[in-house]
């Protein structure tokens, strides 16, 4: 290939990347949105329906709606778990690129704050996901 080919590829390939990073900034806003749309409306589902049906006056439920009350619990707490695992998923291969794009550029290596900050967020993302399904059994468990 020779100088002039290579030139040209590169500029077509800046070209292609300034294209495609605005439709993945577009793409990430997009999905924090419904990711945080979902995490608040099964939030919010699951307080006030642990609520109303874990309280001593709670409405007494026929056995088929009683396992479809259940059922549902666990199914919003997945979602939130899932969710929240998405997001952190994202991060984690975002971080990598700009790894990659470090490496490239010659920047100084990962800091002490880079490992802290990891450790942090994988300690914080197993104590969620613990708490969480700790509270789904309970909470299932509180309806016969």
């Given at each position: 290939?020779?100088?002039?080919?290579e030139e040209?590829?590169?500029?077509?390939?800046?070209?292609?990347?300034?294209l495609f990073?605005?439709?993945?900034?577009?793409?990430?806003?997009?999905?924090?949105?419904?990711?945080?749309?979902?995490?608040?409306?099964?939030?919010?589902?699951?307080?006030?329906?642990?609520?109303?049906?874990?309280?001593?006056?709670?409405?007494?439920?026929?056995?088929?709606?009683?396992?479809?009350?259940?059922?549902?619990?666990?199914?919003?707490?997945?979602?939130?778990?899932?969710?929240?695992?998405?997001?952190?998923?994202?991060?984690?291969?975002?971080?990598?690129a700009g790894?990659?794009?470090?490496?490239?550029?010659?920047?100084?290596?990962?800091?002490?704050?880079?490992?802290?900050?990891?450790?942090?967020?994988?300690?914080?993302?197993?104590?969620?996901?613990?708490?969480?399904?700790?509270?789904?059994?309970?909470?299932?468990?509180?309806?016969?």
């Amino acid at each position: 290939m020779s100088k002039e080919e290579e030139e040209l590829e590169a500029q077509n390939n800046l070209k292609k990347l300034e294209l495609f990073n605005p439709h993945q900034e577009d793409t990430r806003r997009r999905a924090d949105s419904l990711i945080r749309a979902i995490f608040l409306i099964s939030g919010g589902a699951l307080t006030v329906s642990i609520s109303i049906f874990t309280s001593k006056s709670s409405p007494e439920l026929i056995p088929a709606l009683s396992c479809i009350l259940k059922n549902s619990w666990w199914l919003l707490f997945i979602s939130i778990i899932s969710l929240a695992l998405s997001l952190f998923l994202m991060l984690v291969r975002d971080y990598h690129a700009g790894e990659n794009w470090r490496k490239k550029a010659d920047f100084k290596k990962r800091s002490l704050y880079d490992a802290a900050m990891w450790l942090l967020g994988i300690i914080g993302m197993i104590c969620f996901i613990g708490g969480l399904l700790g509270l789904s059994y309970v909470s299932t468990s509180l309806i016969s």
